[in-house]
């Protein structure tokens, strides 16, 4: 999948309300550190999707009362420190609006009493899973997360009575739902809808979709129905995991979102997006470097129609870039077997069109042209401009066969 990946400073914050046994305090935890995140792939005006590579962030000290209640009895936490090990990363995402800066975030953490013993003090001795839905703003050029608060926030269902009160925009649903979407006819496996998780597919207007799901605790499912899109009537969930026959394509850009609703009655969604292309449409190609002179990228036919067609291609900079490469030659390789090999420059050209989905490699042409930021401002004028080693960006036309 093509993806841009940055590491992004962030501070983050949680406010929680004790509960009966810890004394109904409301604690405060504050820490920092950074998050590494994929973003892509990527059509114009449309959000950009994040994935969560990496996490490492350190709390600053504090300290829960103790639920024996004894006088002078607590449990420190020394700087607590939560990495990789305690997010389920592959089902951590949001989406990122580069025009306001608008993200959004789902993080699932797992804690365990194995890596923070003080669990085991407070009568948990089984991994807690926790769900957070973060808001906020993002400055992606300075690789920062401005702001974020938790829209809603899951306490697992495993958590002891008394240790934490639930409020409003929170919820402890006993089943949870996962929404994915897959091209039909892509000959998507359930194997690799497993590998991508994906929750968006771009389709031509005359193809066919398909949505799958997974419940978590689905004994604990009393009801769990899929809406919206271009269904008349909701999906009834009668199997798990489980997924539809094929779907029209939307007429324009969608949202499917399953709903599951617990025996307790408590509800949680996931939601998946459509896009459907329209001739002419661009979308960003950002190609991560892979190999000594080589930059790639991956459109899983999972996610990408098949008929979606690349009608030209232009090298360009990446976001935050001052210079970058020219002209480069492309080695594409189609999901079938079938390779175009042809240069690609700063100038679209007309080319014989080949499917989007498939694996792009790139290799710089030796020229001597660079694309330069009008603003750059070299600190050797008579010397080469550096280039971004990491990454290489490029626009594709498209249209649909």
């Given amino acids: ?15 929680l309300q004790l509960g ?12 920092s550190g950074n998050m590494i995140m994929s973003f892509g792939p990527r059509i114009s005006l449309e959000p950009w999707s994040i994935r969560i590579l990496g996490v490492d962030l350190t709390f600053e000290p504090f300290r829960l009362p103790h639920p024996s209640n004894q006088p002078n009895q607590h449990i420190e936490m020394e700087r607590l420190q939560v ?21 959004s975030l789902h993080l699932e953490i797992v804690l365990r009493p194995d890596r923070f013993p003080q669990l085991w003090e407070l ?3 089984e991994p807690l899973h926790i769900l957070v839905n973060e808001e906020g703003h993002m400055d992606f050029v300075q690789g920062r ?19 934490l009160e639930v409020r409003a925009g929170q919820h402890s649903c006993e089943a949870v739902g996962h929404l994915f979407v897959a091209v039909a006819g892509s ?37 769990a129905q899929i809406t919206g899109g271009n269904l008349s009537t909701p999906i009834s969930v009668q199997q798990n995991p489980g997924s539809t026959n094929p779907i ?82 492309l080695y594409k390789t189609d999901p079938n077997g ?22 792009y490699s790139f290799s710089p042409i030796d020229t001597g042209y660079f694309i330069v930021d009008p603003s750059y401002n070299p600190e050797f004028p008579s010397g080469p401009p550096p280039i971004e080693e990491n990454y290489a960006c490029f626009d594709a036309t498209m249209d649909c066969q």
Avoid at 2 to 10: A, L, V, Y
Avoid at 21 to 27: E, S
Avoid at 86 to 94: A, K, N, T, V
Avoid at 146 to 160: D, E, K, M, V
Wanted: hydrophobic share 35%; glycine share 4%; with cysteine.
């Fill in 20 to 31: 009966e046994r810890l004394g109904r305090a409301t604690l405060e935890i504050n820490g």
């Fill in 248 to 329: 029209p394509a939307p007429n324009a850009n969608a949202t499917y979102t399953l709903e599951v609703e617990d025996t307790n009655g408590c509800k949680n969604q996931s939601s998946v997006d459509v896009f459907v292309i329209t001739s002419g449409q661009h979308i960003d190609i950002q190609a991560r470097k892979s190999q000594p002179q080589i930059w790639s990228a991956q459109f899983p036919a999972v996610q990408f129609d098949p008929k979606i067609r690349v009608t030209s291609i232009a090298s360009k900079l990446c976001s935050g870039e001052e210079t970058a490469y020219a002209d480069w030659s």
């Fill in 83 to 103: 990495t990789n090990a305690d997010f389920d990363l592959p089902r951590c995402h949001g989406r990122l609006n580069r025009q306001t800066g608008e993200v």
């Fill in 338 to 359: 079938s390779v175009h090999a042809l240069n690609v420059t700063p100038t679209p050209s007309p080319l014989s069109p080949f499917p989007l989905a498939g694996v």
């Fill in 1 to 15: 999948m093509p993806q841009f990946i940055k590491r992004i400073h962030m501070h983050a914050h949680a406010s």
């Fill in 187 to 223: 000959n998507a496996t359930v194997a690799e809808i497993e590998r991508y998780q994906p929750d968006k597919a771009w389709l031509c207007p005359s193809s066919h979709l398909i949505l799958a799901w997974q419940i978590d605790n689905y004994p604990n499912a009393a009801k």
């Fill in 123 to 125: 009568g948990i001795n």
């Fill in 145 to 163: 997360i401005i702001q974020t608060h938790a829209r809603t926030f899951q306490i697992p269902s495993n958590l002891p009575e008394g240790l």
